[in-house]
């Protein structure tokens, strides 16, 4: 059994970076640290041939197969191209039927959203490995934990590996193979041999995963500061991860109104810093049993609408940002390999 970490993991991120200071000033009139010219490091937007200084985004559907609502939401997006990828639970209860969608639609990219949790109060669901392989994943209702501390607390690396592993082979297994891997409520960021174990899996199947370059020490600080247990085993992790990275992570903002969570969203976008970032929300539209599954279903009403709002397209063309998924950015990767 696994001891519980004392944080909350959640990937509702702050959209302000909290700042490194190293203004240790040097004797006998030596030039400061502030003073001493200091090369920028290329953000990996730029390592994979985008043009330095732009905001290089991917606009990202999460929870997609875990109720029809979800994946009649998604698949409407990407068919209209107001959002470029898509991750699919695949032991949600719709998963495979959007795997079929997939199946028939190529061109789109579809990853995996691994899924160790299973929160809601009575649309729930276990592991695809079975149950007696995989006890420390297991809640008293034999199905995942509801929450990421519960996780920590109950599972090993290796009940989590063997669990990842079934949820890629069941995807292969339906016919498709997955084009990235993320992780549902940041649970294989919950401790550092999650990662380990997720890090190991995405590179020997040469699936991409949504690792963040943390070699920039305002985005270490603010995912320290959010309670991620990214101890120097994690960066060194992340340093040694031989498949692209993202240069930050962040979530659409909830909000009390739809305007409110627009004027949110152009801000989120304003704040970014230039580089490869990954955007994340939930989709879904409105119904009696989406209204029944989730609390937050106002907020992924919106997100199901957000993306095809004039005033938002228009917003993104005057701010000059560009749009890409994980099937170029591997494309990339590769022709520079």
Not at 73 to 83: E, P, S, T, V
Not at 91 to 96: I, L, Q, T, V
Not at 221 to 232: S, V
Not at 305 to 321: A, C, H, M, R, V
Request: net charge negative.
């Amino acid at each position: 059994m696994k001891k519980s970490y004392p944080f909350s993991l959640f990937l509702s991120l702050s959209m302000a970076f909290l700042l490194i200071s190293c203004g240790e000033k040097k004797k006998n009139n030596a030039v400061t640290v502030e003073e001493q010219p200091v090369e920028v490091a290329k953000t990996w937007a730029e390592k994979l041939g985008w043009p330095a200084g732009k905001k290089v985004i991917m606009l990202h559907a999460d929870d997609i197969g875990m109720c029809p609502e979800a994946n009649i939401a998604a698949k409407d997006q990407l068919n209209n191209g107001h959002i470029q990828s898509a991750a699919v639970m695949i032991p949600c209860p719709n998963a495979e039927e959007f795997i079929n969608w997939a199946k028939e639609n190529p061109a789109m990219d579809i990853g995996l959203h691994l899924t160790l949790t299973s929160e809601w109060k009575k649309h729930r669901w276990g592991p695809i490995t079975p149950d007696a392989e995989v006890p420390g994943l297991l809640d008293p209702e034999d199905k995942l934990w509801r929450s990421v501390p519960e996780v920590v607390q109950h599972a090993t690396a290796e009940e989590v590996e063997k669990e990842i592993r079934a949820q890629i082979e069941q995807s292969i297994a339906w016919g498709y193979r997955p084009d990235h891997i993320d992780t549902h409520m940041g649970t294989l960021f919950g401790d550092p041999s999650y990662v380990k174990a997720y890090i190991k899996v995405a590179q020997e199947y040469g699936i991409p995963a949504n690792i963040i370059d943390l070699s920039v020490p305002s985005v270490l600080a603010e995912f320290r500061a959010k309670g991620y247990p990214m101890d120097d085993s994690v960066v060194k992790m992340s340093e040694a991860y031989t498949l692209p990275k993202l240069d930050y992570f962040t979530s659409a903002p909830k909000a009390d109104t739809y305007e409110e969570k627009l004027d949110s969203f152009k801000e989120l976008i304003k704040s970014l810093k230039p580089g490869l970032t990954e955007i994340i929300f939930h989709p879904s539209v409105d119904t009696d049993n989406l209204r029944s599954i989730t609390g937050s279903w106002q907020q992924r009403i919106w997100e199901s609408q957000i993306f095809s709002d004039p005033e938002l397209i228009n917003f993104f063309k005057e701010e000059g940002i560009i749009f890409t998924n994980w099937k170029e950015i591997m494309s990339r990767f590769n022709a520079m390999n």
